[in-house]
Structure formats: C-alpha cells, structure tokens
C-alpha cells in the first residue's frame, strides 16, 4: 500500500484550505471499531459500517475491508457465483488481484490501484475469486468493497460494469502537500474522479504524511464517514485518535479535517483512510442477504426471480 502514488505531490493539482472564517467544521458524532470475519469462501475481513446507526450511513448499506493479508501458496479465496439486485458494488484492490465475471457480460482482472463498479440494478450473478495463478503463488491481499444503494426510482434498472483503472483515478494534492488524493468517483474542490454513479456520492482514498493534516472541503449536503486503513491519527477540530479498522462518522458541516500522528509503525509509515459520503435517500431499506430493496414484498420478489433464473444464467449468455 498505496497501490497508486506520485513521485511528486506537488506536481498535482491541488485542493485550496477552506476559510476558516467561513468554513462549518463537522464534528465526529462516532468512531467504531469495525470487528473482523469471514466472506465468500473464506477469506478475512473488517466489517466497516457494523454498530453504526444507519441514519449515519444513508446512502451506504454496507463496507468490508478485505485483508490486509499475506497468502501462502494455496490459500487465496474468492466468493462462489452468487445473485446481487437493488444497489451498486464498489471493489478497489489496493494490493493482490481479484477476478471478476458476472451474468450480464461484466467482467475481467481488477489489480492493484483498479476499481470495478458494478450497478446490479434489476438483477445478476456475479463471481469474484483470484485467478489460478495468484491461487498458485500466493502472495499480498487488500483492498475493500462498498454497497451504495439505489432510490426506488432506479431500482430495477439495466445492469452496468464500470472498469476503472488506476492510472484514470484522478490525483490531487492537499493545500500543503502533505496529503495525496486519490478520487474515485465523485467531485471535491470541482474536480471530477472518473466513476459514474447513479447515487450521488464521493469516494476518495487518501495517504496522509506523518505529521500532516488535512482539511478537506464538503458537500453540506452529504454525509461524511472516514475509515482507517492503515497507520495513525486524528479526526476532527477535537483530534479524536483513529487507527487501523476504525470509521469516523462526521456530523453536519462542510469541512472534513483529520491527521496523521507524527510517529508511525513501521510497515505503513503514513496514515491511509478512505474518505466517503453521499446524498441520503431518506428511503426505506429491506435487505436481506444480497438483495437490497424497499420492502419485504420486494425480497421476496427478489428471491423467486433468482430461483426461476430470472437474474441471470452461468455461464452468461449474449
């Protein structure tokens, strides 16, 4: 980690320090400590959003830190061919390589620095594992996947496959220097990342210098939500200590502010965070398993779709 870096930050644009004669500083409302456990066929993961008021989240459903962690050969897993409908996957690969293939013609290598959104809309199956090879060496895994859920309105619409790579992601410098910005999707500062959401939101991975803090301009209109990845710091005015695994919830504002404390271990001397937010949908949520819908009626619909194969064939068709 990080998977995407410059050799010189200040080469890149950058983000201007909001006023601080006019800036609304978000307060933390939270930080919790996401607990670890198993996904797919075994692999390990930190449950990101777990004991988070869903209030707070809106509109995310669910995140898993995937790894860190070093295979032997042999171990690597991936997840088994299973149905998804009603929200978007967001996969980003900080270290390893994952393979992706799904029922709607999707698909192909995600590799370190890659993102692979995935609108699952009305309904697919889809397969993540690592290829033979990586299975075969083993070797280095991280990276993470976030649920954003869709309005009712979008519901049921087609599928999509976004392959974002990560020489597309747009780079951007902190005010000072000391923080590189990597936008995924969404806008800061008016700068575009490259992913194409159909909810509103933001997403950016961020590696912050020992010793540096950054002060980052935010839509009043979002939520803002900030998980440790690696390293040490801070979050808010307050400076409430954040570090490895766990997620800031920021209240109303528009100005996000973390840091990274001056000393670091040893294998990640910098502090790396994900930072996110997004408009609420204020909508009900029925999830149940892979299906993310507005209503009980609306799983069970889900349900005998995917029994009557209404969600897609493997291998896919076209």
């Known amino acids: 980690m990080p998977a995407i870096s410059v050799e010189n930050v200040l080469a890149l644009p950058r983000v201007p320090e909001p006023d601080a004669a006019v800036a609304n500083e978000r307060r933390v409302v939270s930080v919790t400590t996401a607990p670890s456990g198993f996904e797919g066929e075994g692999f390990p993961v930190r449950r990101a959003f777990a004991g988070v008021d869903t209030r707070h989240l809106d509109p995310f459903i669910h995140m898993d830190q995937m790894g860190e962690i070093e295979y032997a050969p042999g171990e690597p897993k991936g997840t088994p061919w299973h149905p998804h409908r009603g929200f978007e996957t967001v996969t980003y690969m900080l270290d390893g390589v994952l393979r992706h293939q799904d029922s709607n013609g999707g698909g192909g290598l995600i590799t370190s620095g890659d993102t692979q959104w995935m609108t699952a809309g009305r309904g697919l199956l889809h397969i993540e594992a690592p290829p033979e090879e990586v299975v075969m060496a083993g070797g280095l895994f991280h990276g993470f996947q976030l649920w954003v859920n869709l309005p009712a309105s979008q519901k049921m619409i087609d599928p999509r496959y976004q392959d974002i790579r990560g020489g597309e992601v747009k780079l951007l410098s902190s005010a000072d220097g000391g923080a590189l910005l990597r936008l995924i999707a969404g806008s800061v500062a008016g700068h575009d990342g490259p992913g194409s959401t159909h909810t509103p939101i933001t997403l950016i991975h961020a590696t912050v210098a020992p010793g540096a803090q950054l002060r980052l301009p935010w839509r009043a209109d979002f939520n803002a939500l900030v998980y440790t990845l690696a390293g040490a710091g801070s979050v808010g005015t307050a400076k409430q200590p954040v570090k490895l695994g766990q997620l800031a919830v920021f209240g109303p504002g528009d100005v996000i502010t973390l840091a990274a404390d001056q000393q670091q271990e040893s294998r990640h001397q910098q ?48």
């Open 271 to 318: 502090l790396d965070v994900l930072i996110l937010g997004g408009k609420p949908i204020r909508e009900p949520v029925a999830q149940y398993g892979p299906f993310v819908m507005n209503t009980r009626d609306e799983l069970v619909t889900a349900f005998e779709d995917f029994q009557a194969g209404r969600l897609g064939v493997v291998p896919a068709l076209h």
